[in-house]
């Protein structure tokens, strides 16, 4: 991640005006996330309502075009595992003391054609839509996936999903 962290409105953009070919999956700060919602007192229901059938996915998607404009967007190489925490040595850097310095990794499996996070044993945890995440388990990723490393907030997209917000936003959706 050493070159400047375009805005996810201007990645967008690129993707429409033909700038940009995007085939990675990519991950948006979620400005102001707080800390993840305890399933105890929400059930989760308001992290995954985006996600599940209750939106047509057109739907969902304009919204986080239009709610994460402003907010920075990570393109992840995803060829080796994609280490995330406060250390230098990680590929996506948090620099938030909630997370810990080798906090979660992100994979794509190669086999199966899916994308996975496994939280590395982090002290305030991994979250996955709400969840908890068990150290040391791969879990399945699918686009619109809220994370959470410690307190920062992230929103996991495939790149089918990002060209097609673009395309979204050529025609004012």
């Not at 005006?17 to 102001?32: A, H, N, S, Y």
């Not at 986080?64 to 992840?76: G, M, R, S």
Request: with cysteine; charged share 25%; net charge negative.
């Amino acid at each position: 991640m050493s070159r400047a962290t375009k805005t996810f409105l201007e990645v967008l953009e690129e993707v429409r005006r033909g700038d940009m070919v995007i085939t990675r999956p990519v991950l948006i700060e979620v400005v102001e996330g707080g800390p993840p919602p305890s399933p105890s007192v929400d059930g989760g229901d308001s992290v995954t309502v985006f996600t599940q059938a209750g939106w047509a996915s057109d739907r969902w998607a304009a919204h986080y075009a239009k709610e994460y404009a402003d907010n920075p967007c990570h393109i992840l190489n995803t060829r080796r595992p994609v280490m995330i925490g406060r250390s230098r040595a990680c590929a996506l850097r948090i620099p938030d003391a909630s997370v810990s310095s080798v906090h979660a990794r992100l994979l794509f499996d190669r086999d199966d054609c899916e994308y996975y996070v496994i939280d590395e044993g982090s002290r305030n945890g991994t979250y996955l839509n709400g969840e908890r995440l068990d150290p040391e388990v791969q879990t399945k990723l699918w686009s619109g996936a809220m994370l959470w490393f410690g307190k920062s907030a992230y929103i996991f997209l495939l790149s089918s999903t990002v060209r097609k917000l673009a395309t979204l936003a050529g025609e004012g959706g």
